[in-house]
């Protein structure tokens, strides 16, 4: 099986080498910068004109966002607006302007429709302070040296690794692998340099090729399995909370920039925003981590994973959870889930977003009208199941996955996407005054979704 992944590993460059890598970054801004005002030149030339009655056929020539022609016009100037530019590899102003050449492409499809999620905002200019410095190489010199502890890049030369590349040379000498774009970046402070590779990845199948299992993210923990097991979650941000705070007040006490009257911070201010980027890089290692480990399991051992298809921006309009959920990392695992369940064998399904999971009894089928957040256990009127409320909507989840045969990742729930929550069963209905026992099942008209659902979906 053909997959392209990525190899990423840290760099330990010298000085001049980091010179070297920014003076390339820097070129990439400035071809993003000048192909961007070209563009944005000729769009307002033309909405000018039109405002004075020009006729269409009169306007300014249109140009072309595309790649190669945004190269070509790049070509015809860079002697004029970059003189050094022989200085610098060319795939360095290739990586401003294809980043162009995207970004342009992704708005005008989001005005027209043609893209899916929220409206993308017109490109800005790139700033040497504000953006974070990267530069990709897509052809030249691209190798790992045979030590495995160096690799080599067009007009780099050869660059020291913090950590072995032996995972991705062992592929290399096979001939099972093969590198398509390298692109360096910093992060938090360090360098690093990620091999965009073609693999030939070998057939695999899980260990458990019967087993299904369900899925239930949350806060109180990472993952609820249906299996029984509780995945703790680590809270890595709130543990780090203490210093990132000390760390804040520490920057703010410092001399930093002002865009106002133009003053450059201090090397303090520098020294101080360093460290604080460094405390959030490894906040983010430790969380990428142990989602990795944990989807690495569960799509090596399991055939069948049912996760939940989760309005993660909308929950993060609630103050209260926001934080709490950035940290749990919804979104990756679910995103892991899916490439890793192909890689291993294995079918991912996700459950439709307004499938009532928590409040479907895992025993008899009966479906609560409402079921507050506050409510962590789950208590069915009317076979009298408790259950903790996380466990049964795994259930829930793993229960689903015998109902489709669909593989892939596409939403599945038996029903169409409506916030009403429809009963396909019996219905736990409370006793009220007039009424039958608590016990009897009957017919209720659709209700909305919990008061949780709502806050969730307000934004929507």
């Given at each position: 099986?053909?997959?392209?992944?990525?190899?990423?590993?840290?760099?330990?460059?010298?000085?001049?080498?980091?010179?070297?890598?920014?003076?390339?970054?820097?070129?990439?801004?400035?071809?993003?910068n000048w192909a961007l005002a070209w563009v944005?030149?000729?769009?307002?030339?033309?909405?000018?004109?039109?405002?004075?009655?020009?006729?269409?056929?009169?306007?300014?020539?249109?140009?072309?966002?595309?790649?190669?022609?945004?190269?070509?016009?790049?070509?015809?100037?860079?002697?004029?607006?970059?003189?050094?530019?022989?200085?610098?590899?060319?795939?360095?102003?290739?990586?401003?302007?294809?980043?162009?050449?995207?970004?342009?492409?992704?708005?005008?499809?989001?005005?027209?429709?043609?893209?899916?999620?929220?409206?993308?905002?017109?490109?800005?200019?790139?700033?040497?302070?504000?953006?974070?410095?990267?530069?990709?190489?897509?052809?030249?010199?691209?190798?790992?040296?045979?030590?495995?502890?160096?690799?080599?890049?067009?007009?780099?030369?050869?660059?020291?690794?913090?950590?072995?590349?032996?995972?991705?040379?062992?592929?290399?000498?096979?001939?099972?692998?093969?590198?398509?774009?390298?692109?360096?970046?910093?992060?938090?402070?360090?360098?690093?340099?990620?091999?965009?590779?073609?693999?030939?990845?070998?057939?695999?199948?899980?260990?458990?090729?019967?087993?299904?299992?369900?899925?239930?993210?949350?806060?109180?923990?990472?993952?609820?399995?249906?299996?029984?097991?509780?995945?703790?979650?680590?809270?890595?941000?709130?543990?780090?909370?203490?210093?990132?705070?000390?760390?804040?007040?520490?920057?703010?006490?410092?001399?930093?920039?002002?865009?106002?009257?133009?003053?450059?911070?201090?090397?303090?201010?520098?020294?101080?925003?360093?460290?604080?980027?460094?405390?959030?890089?490894?906040?983010?290692?430790?969380?990428?981590?142990?989602?990795?480990?944990?989807?690495?399991?569960?799509?090596?051992?399991?055939?069948?994973?049912?996760?939940?298809?989760?309005?993660?921006?909308?929950?993060?309009?609630?103050?209260?959870?926001?934080?709490?959920?950035?940290?749990?990392?919804?979104?990756?695992?679910?995103?892991?889930?899916?490439?890793?369940?192909?890689?291993?064998?294995?079918?991912?399904?996700?459950?439709?977003?307004?499938?009532?999971?928590?409040?479907?009894?895992?025993?008899?089928?009966?479906?609560?009208?409402?079921?507050?957040?506050?409510?962590?256990?789950?208590?069915?009127?009317?076979?009298?199941?408790?259950?903790?409320?996380?466990?049964n909507a795994a259930r829930n989840l793993a229960?689903?996955?015998?109902?489709?045969?669909?593989?892939?990742?596409?939403?599945?729930?038996?029903?169409?996407?409506?916030?009403?929550?429809?009963?396909?069963?019996?219905?736990?209905?409370?006793?009220?005054?007039?009424?039958?026992?608590?016990?009897?099942?009957?017919?209720?008209?659709?209700?909305?979704?919990?008061?949780?659902?709502?806050?969730?979906?307000k934004a929507h």
């Open positions: 099986m053909r997959a392209v992944q990525a190899y990423r590993f840290a760099l330990d460059l010298t000085p001049s080498q980091e010179r070297v890598v920014l003076a390339h970054v820097g070129a990439a801004r400035v071809a993003h944005k030149a000729v769009m307002d030339q033309r909405a000018a004109e039109r405002t004075y009655g020009v006729p269409d056929d009169q306007l300014t020539p249109a140009m072309s966002w595309s790649l190669p022609a945004l190269r070509k016009a790049w070509n015809a100037v860079k002697a004029q607006v970059a003189p050094w530019w022989a200085q610098c590899s060319k795939e360095a102003f290739n990586t401003g302007l294809d980043a162009l050449a995207r970004a342009l492409k992704n708005w005008a499809d989001s005005r027209c429709g043609k893209r899916a999620g929220r409206m993308v905002g017109f490109p800005r200019f790139k700033s040497r302070r504000r953006s974070t410095p990267s530069v990709r190489f897509t052809t030249g010199a691209i190798r790992v040296e045979p030590d495995r502890t160096h690799v080599v890049l067009p007009r780099l030369g050869r660059l020291k690794l913090h950590e072995s590349a032996r995972k991705l040379a062992r592929r290399l000498d096979a001939g099972t692998a093969r590198i398509m774009s390298a692109t360096v970046r910093r992060d938090g402070g360090r360098w690093h340099v990620a091999f965009c590779v073609e693999v030939d990845r070998a057939e695999r199948r899980p260990s458990l090729p019967n087993a299904t299992v369900g899925v239930d993210v949350g806060i109180r923990h990472l993952a609820v399995l249906s299996t029984g097991e509780l995945v703790p979650n680590p809270r890595h941000l709130d543990q780090a909370q203490r210093r990132l705070r000390a760390l804040g007040r520490s920057l703010s006490r410092k001399v930093g920039p002002d865009r106002r009257t133009g003053r450059r911070p201090s090397n303090r201010w520098q020294r101080a925003q360093a460290r604080l980027g460094r405390a959030h890089a490894r906040v983010a290692n430790l969380r990428r981590d142990g989602v990795h480990k944990l989807t690495t399991r569960l799509t090596r051992k399991h055939a069948t994973i049912v996760v939940e298809d989760l309005n993660v921006a909308g929950m993060l309009a609630n103050p209260r959870l926001a934080r709490h959920i950035a940290d749990a990392g919804f979104a990756e695992l679910r995103r892991q889930l899916t490439y890793k369940t192909t890689w291993n064998g294995g079918r991912l399904v996700v459950a439709d977003r307004w499938y009532p999971s928590s409040k479907t009894c895992s025993g008899c089928g009966a479906v609560k009208t409402k079921l507050a957040l506050s409510e962590r256990e789950y208590e069915c009127e009317a076979c009298g199941l408790i259950l903790d409320r996380d466990l229960a689903l996955a015998a109902k489709t045969d669909t593989a892939g990742s596409g939403p599945v729930a038996g029903r169409g996407a409506d916030h009403k929550t429809r009963f396909g069963g019996q219905v736990a209905m409370k006793r009220q005054p007039g009424t039958a026992s608590a016990g009897q099942t009957g017919t209720v008209p659709p209700q909305g979704g919990t008061t949780y659902d709502r806050v969730l979906t």
